[in-house]
């Protein structure tokens, strides 16, 4: 499912067949769409639509191109208008130093009163900004500070600014122009941003991709936007559109998509399985500290499945690569469960995997490398520090400090037994990277080095 969370419906553009509009972008699969006001009586309009169709949402504002015009009363009507329950945002509002249709002055005073009555409302802001990065910052900093929570749209500055607002805790939308051939600095700039913060849009009518270039736009051409960010970020389409409409959901509180969470699923082609939510080490990075979602996929298990469960959940295999046990908690912690479903889908001939943090004999009191001769293929531990000392200080074992030697034992032993182990790594700034690689070496294993905060 996807989500534009930036449409102009209500412009006369749309007039003559906004229905068919709506619909087109329910065939390609649109599951909501966000209308941003402009003015006062767009606003009025887009909150109409978003009553009369329920996959609208709204956003109300008053872009700063319209600043000259704005009357006292218009305050009060924006203020009624934030409090209708399909109203998601604030915006489009901002500052826009390029074309520069109204005086700055006045764009600066209805931008901060506009950042008031999104404070007073709760709700986040939709930012249209142009040349004035850096004052739109000083700007939400003054007025919002911690609470400052929103999107900056059609984002076209540099790396750097995409980085102030992500810091900020802002999304950052971008639009058809990802799919224009001179647009390399844009997709540079895109590979900084983290997809846990992208927001997919349109701004149509205007903005059509490339393949409609010069038409008008409509919700449903914002697939080709998404397979130029499945390009970008190495992730299918279904993956792109899953994970933004999560980030959107969040970011507006629309109604949730799907809140169950998943024991099987699927990331570009592998599949993985959350077979638990333990772990005997609370590492500081750890991203089940932070979110329910990976990638999209809510892996907060409310009971630890069976292997029925699980193999219902596998499905078909043999449509993956690869099947991987994975760490939204340590698989190892239900070794026998682990045995059962890898003997199921050996029978099948499917490559698995098992991601663990090295603590299996420990956690099981016992050598389980034989155990697993035959049923996984490749392993990757995660190291993740290069001294006892420093592995306690970052992943908090439960087996104390003797716990990264044993790790280091688990990958020797192992070795015999699984024919391809990678350690891993995050690059945290405390790690000394190098030296995880050199001791990968000495183990005669492969390292592989992990963003950051990226898991999935
Ligand atoms: S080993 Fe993995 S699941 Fe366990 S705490 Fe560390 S990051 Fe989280
Ligand atoms: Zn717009």
Redesign the pocket.
């Known amino acids: 499912m996807l989500i534009d969370t930036h449409a102009h419906l209500d412009f006369p553009d749309f007039d003559k067949d906004r229905d068919d509009v709506i619909q087109h972008a329910k065939e390609a699969d649109i599951g909501y769409i966000i209308n941003i006001g402009t003015s006062i009586k767009s606003s009025r309009k887009v909150v109409e639509l978003a009553e009369q169709y329920e996959n609208l949402y709204a956003a109300v504002g008053i872009h700063p191109h319209e600043a000259q015009t704005v009357k006292e009363s218009d305050y009060i009507e924006l203020e009624k208008l934030a409090g209708n329950p399909k109203v998601v945002a604030i915006g489009e509002i901002g500052l826009d130093f390029y074309k520069d249709i109204s005086p700055r002055d006045k764009q600066r005073e209805i931008f901060i009163r506009q950042l008031q009555i999104a404070k007073k409302a709760g709700k986040p802001v939709v930012l249209h900004l142009r040349e004035a990065h850096t004052e739109t910052l000083e700007i939400i900093k003054a007025e919002l500070g911690e609470k400052a929570r929103g999107v900056a749209h059609c984002f076209s500055g540099s790396a750097e600014t995409a980085k102030e607002f992500l810091d900020l805790g802002f999304y950052i939308s971008i639009a058809g122009p990802v799919t224009y051939p001179n647009a390399e600095k844009l997709r540079a700039v895109i590979k900084t941003i983290p997809i846990e913060r992208l927001l997919l849009e349109t701004d149509c009518p205007f903005l059509a991709p490339q393949a409609r270039r010069g038409l008008r736009n409509e919700p449903a051409y914002i697939i080709h936007a998404v397979e130029e960010f499945s390009k970008i970020y190495g992730l299918t389409k279904d993956d792109i559109g899953r994970i933004t409409a999560l980030n959107a959901t969040e970011l507006f509180k629309l109604a949730p998509l799907s809140e169950k969470s998943k024991i099987a699923y699927n990331i570009r082609n592998s599949l993985y399985l959350n077979i638990t939510n333990r772990?005997?080490?609370?590492?500081i990075?750890?991203?089940?500290?932070f979110t329910n979602y990976v990638k999209g996929h809510n892996l907060r298990l409310e009971n630890e499945p069976s292997v029925k469960e699980i193999i219902d959940a596998i499905g078909d295999p043999a449509k993956y690569k690869e099947v991987v046990f994975c760490?939204?908690?340590?698989p190892t912690m239900r070794l026998d469960i682990i045995k059962e479903v890898a003997s199921h889908l050996k029978k099948k001939n499917i490559y698995i995997r098992l991601n663990?943090?090295g603590h299996g004999n420990l956690i099981n009191n016992r050598s389980i490398g034989p155990e697993l001769k035959g049923l996984v293929d490749a392993m990757s531990v995660?190291l993740?520090a290069v001294t006892p000392e420093q592995y306690v200080k970052i992943?908090?074992p439960k087996f104390g400090t003797d716990t990264f030697d044993k790790v280091l034992d688990f990958v020797r032993e192992a070795k015999q037994y699984i024919p391809r182990i990678e350690v891993t790594c995050v690059s945290h700034p405390d790690v000394d990277v190098q030296r995880c690689r050199q001791i990968a070496g000495e183990l005669g294993v492969d390292f592989r080095g992990r963003i950051y905060n990226e898991v999935g």
């Not at 772990?279 to 590492?283: E, I, P, Q, V």
């Not at 760490?327 to 340590?330: A, I, L, S, W």
């Open positions: 772990c005997t080490s609370s590492c990075f750890c991203v089940t500290k760490g939204y908690g340590e663990t943090n995660s993740n992943c908090h």
